[in-house]
């Protein structure tokens, strides 16, 4: 909490500027100013501030309340227009991560001429077809090609607004469902490549074993693999807990045979998905 000395006379609050003093960035999610004759003034923030080294301009935030253009209070009008000047970028420089400007630009970035002639792709976007875009980042020009952009590569990152980007526990929770899909994927290819005795699901209770267990493997072929292919053994060192399946939350929420009912069947097919296609 702070305390904050305003005169008597000063009437409804429709912003706050915020200063960050300290050495690292800071996320705010809402702010609340008391002791005001019309009541509490509540500001929806959910914002990242920079520090003042970073950034030496204050934030501003305003209250949940709209106004048209015409009946903005005369206190908020310079404010409102900095804030949009802001977001919607110059034009020109090089964005940074801790920028948060939404000005886009064509699909130059696509190739990597520098590679050679089978790595050119074609600029998407323009004036004719001004659709698709993306965000601009003027990151500077492949040495071949002028007109194309140097692509950035993992794990640098490519740029989106700060308040846009993913939280580190958002991150490595895609990261987890990248490592399951590839697993999911690959290893039954991989047993049913290697094994003669590969066979299809015998009944349910093969498929609920997926939830339950996950993948087993014979010691048999759990050695032949360990001896055939070392990466195997890198992924089953690595990998405690991912070789077993997510349990549908349809069998989650009701039974497992919930999937088999016509009102099922009905969501389904609402939501878009083909019931009848099973691959």
Not at 60 to 77: A, H
Not at 166 to 183: P, Q, R
Not at 184 to 213: C, I, Q, T, Y
Request: aromatic share 10%; with cysteine.
């Amino acid at each position: 909490t702070a305390g904050f000395t305003v005169d008597a006379a000063f009437g409804e609050p429709g912003a706050v500027t915020v200063l960050n003093r300290h050495q690292r960035e800071f996320f705010i999610e809402s702010i609340l100013v008391e002791g005001f004759p019309s009541g509490p003034a509540h500001f929806t923030c959910n914002s990242w501030v920079q520090p003042t080294r970073v950034d030496p301009a204050p934030r501003v935030f305003f209250t949940n309340k709209p106004y048209l253009p015409s009946k903005t209070p005369p206190g908020l009008r310079e404010l409102r227009r900095r804030e949009l000047k802001e977001l919607r970028g110059s034009g020109t420089g090089v964005r940074k991560t801790t920028h948060r400007a939404y000005d886009y630009d064509v699909y130059n970035d696509l190739g990597n001429p520098d590679k050679g002639a089978g790595f050119e792709r074609p600029v998407l976007g323009g004036d004719k077809l001004p659709y698709p875009r993306r965000m601009r980042t003027a990151r500077p020009s492949t040495v071949t090609d002028e007109g194309a952009e140097s692509r950035v590569e993992y794990p640098e990152p490519i740029y989106v607004s700060r308040d846009e980007e993913f939280e580190e526990g958002k991150n490595e929770m895609l990261s987890e469902g990248a490592i399951k899909a590839l697993l999911h994927n690959f290893m039954p290819l991989l047993v049913s490549s290697v094994s003669p005795d590969s066979r299809d699901f015998a009944g349910f209770h093969d498929v609920d074993n997926l939830f339950k267990e996950g993948l087993r493997l014979k010691q048999a072929l759990h050695d032949q693999l360990f001896q055939k292919i070392p990466f195997v053994r890198k992924i089953q060192e690595n990998s405690e807990g991912l070789l077993r399946y997510d349990t549908p939350d349809i069998i989650k929420s009701k039974d497992k045979f919930a999937w088999l009912r016509d009102d099922e069947f009905a969501r389904q097919a609402l939501a878009g998905i083909n019931p009848v296609n099973i691959q």
